[in-house]
């Protein structure tokens, strides 16, 4: 299938019986029925063409707004579910930068989104109240100002202890923490190499994954002492290696982001396992898109493999991933062409003739004269998709 037409995200929430998200592969915001996988809604985020793709990462929902976090957007955009209403707020160049892939993940403390820099040059916290920005300069925003341009700093994974967040950095062997009581940083250096990319607390230790190589490291965050694993199965690669981690009791699942396994570390014997392994499809590159185990109370992912999202458990010794909600891919499709061929004609009805209603009248008149113009048999289409 074209990619084009799979609903996929980095992130989403639900309201009720429906699925809310920015779709990766075009300009959509998309509301989905749980039960019957159909589009329910698709809005074009404002400022934006239709196939401008991976506008925006994952999504929050705070004081009637969908908040959507920019990753190649350089807007923070604001939806209100009730009055179907968007606010933009622009990004200020001067402190986030003008490297794409903004922000991966962000948090929510109170009616503020803190949105955590990925190829950002600092924190920006969001207020949904009155849709102000605040860039966070401090010693996280020093750093990531010295390093090259080729230099990204967070991705999907964070913890939080105690109103502390806990960031691994992607290309850096360290661990910024963030107190969001008083947006202060921390930078823990530690003694890893290759950057992380999960991070996952225990009580006892902090468990991570290396971005760069398939190693597992234990952080005990007090002494600083670190641990290293990295007897991993035969045939295990990866380069950027994990995208995620989850806590399972006695036991530690990676999530891959481009490996072909999911890996699971038993914290008793310290042995590292193939859990399970993920089929490729349609000749696309195996990947994650995202693991979500911290907002909710079922544990959800996605992968290229699924159509649908998966909710999984670990049971028994063994990881189980189910469909949670199924797409019903022949109806999106059909939607997704009208959607895209909507705006299509609609660009050319609002270019050629300035408004829609007064281009259909000139078409409905037009459709006596045999001329085989662009605008006649764009304006015939649309007359038949929307009016009949």
Not at 58 to 73: E, K, R
Not at 350 to 372: C, P
Request: proline content about 3%; glycine content about 4%.
């Amino acid at each position: 299938m074209d990619t084009l037409y799979k609903l996929r995200c980095l992130g989403y929430v639900e309201i009720e019986d429906s699925i809310w998200f920015a779709n990766l592969y075009f300009n959509a915001l998309i509301k989905l029925n749980k039960a019957t996988g159909q589009i329910e809604r698709m809005e074009k985020f404002p400022n934006y063409g239709v196939y401008e793709c991976f506008l925006y990462s994952t999504v929050y929902y705070v004081d009637g707004f969908l908040v959507f976090i920019p990753n190649n957007s350089e807007e923070i955009a604001a939806y209100h579910v009730e009055t179907r209403k968007f606010i933009s707020t622009a990004l200020d160049h001067n402190y986030v930068g003008r490297k794409k892939t903004y922000f991966v993940n962000a948090c929510v403390h109170r009616h503020y989104v803190y949105m955590f820099p990925t190829g950002s040059q600092c924190i920006v916290r969001y207020d949904v109240q009155n849709h102000t920005v605040k860039y966070l300069e401090n010693s996280l925003s020093a750093l990531i100002r010295t390093m090259p341009d080729t230099w990204y700093c967070f991705y999907q994974q964070f913890d939080e202890i105690d109103k502390r967040i806990y960031l691994p950095f992607l290309e850096l062997n360290a661990v910024a923490v963030f107190d969001i009581q008083n947006e202060s940083v921390e930078i823990r250096y530690l003694d890893i190499e290759g950057g992380c990319s999960t991070i996952c607390h225990t009580g006892e230790y902090f468990y991570l994954a290396s971005w760069k190589m398939p190693k597992i490291y234990r952080w005990n965050v007090i002494t600083d002492e670190i641990k290293a694993y990295q007897n991993f199965p035969d045939g295990f690669y990866g380069e950027r290696t994990f995208i995620n981690s989850y806590n399972a009791g006695d036991t530690i699942i990676f999530f891959p982001e481009k490996s072909d396994m999911m890996i699971s570390f038993c914290i008793k014997t310290e042995e590292l396992f193939i859990e399970k392994k993920i089929p490729e499809l349609d000749g696309e590159l195996i990947a994650t898109f995202f693991v979500d185990s911290k907002r909710r109370v079922k544990n959800f992912i996605l992968t290229r493999d699924m159509n649908g999202i998966g909710v999984f458990e670990y049971k028994n010794n063994k990881l189980l991933i189910e469909p949670y909600c199924q797409i019903y891919s022949y109806y999106n499709i059909k939607q997704i062409k009208k959607y895209m061929f909507y705006d299509k004609c609609m660009n050319v009805a609002l270019e050629e003739e300035g408004d829609l209603r007064e281009y259909l009248e000139v078409i409905l008149e037009k459709q006596r004269d045999t001329e085989k113009s662009k605008v006649y048999h764009c304006g015939n289409a649309i007359y038949k998709e929307v009016c009949s």
